[in-house]
């Protein structure tokens, strides 16, 4: 099996979007996330994936804390962003945040946040999927999700119920 057969064929699932943020003190990385999902509902567990070489995944392995901020379909210039500035970058530059448990920020303008504390970190091949515990979190906004489909975003066509 070729990796582009693979990419393209994993491609036809369509996802949502979400920014994970993770870091110490006043040192923070964040990175664009669709392989998240759900885990567990007692106790209230979640998982992303990865990648081994991810900035945000060190920063998870040292601080055990990270938050997750679902993505509105206004929001792709931040999923852009945090998919392609990379650690250097000053990835928080006129964005609106809010602080979590130890200060870890999560996106105030997108749909929802969790703040979890790391229940697991399992290696897997050249990713590693992180299991979170949700200690806490919240719906912020009634708007329509960002959709991310065949290596593109898309806004909803029709109207989600409410
Ligand atoms: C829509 C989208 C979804 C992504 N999902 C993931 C993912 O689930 N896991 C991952 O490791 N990288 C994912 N990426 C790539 C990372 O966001 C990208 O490699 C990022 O630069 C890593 O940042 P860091 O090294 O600063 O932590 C995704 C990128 C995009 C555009």
Known sequence: ????????????????VTVVISGTGSSHQG?????????????????FCADNRAATLRAVKQSHRFTVSILCEEQE??????????????LFAQIRTAPATKGIPYLIDSLGYLDCAVHNIIPAGDHHIVVGHVERLGRLNHG???????????????????
Not at 1 to 16: C, I, K, N, S, Y
């Open 31 to 47: 990175m664009t996330v669709n392989s998240f999902t759900s885990v567990s509902l007692v106790p209230p567990l979640i998982l």
């Open 1 to 16: 099996m070729d990796t582009q057969t693979f990419r393209d064929t994993l491609a036809q699932f369509v996802t949502g």
């Open 144 to 162: 329509y999700p960002l959709i991310y489909f065949r290596h593109q975003y898309y806004r909803p066509v029709t109207s989600p119920p409410g």
């Open 77 to 90: 210039d931040l999923s852009r962003r945090f998919a392609e500035l990379g650690p250097q970058g000053d």
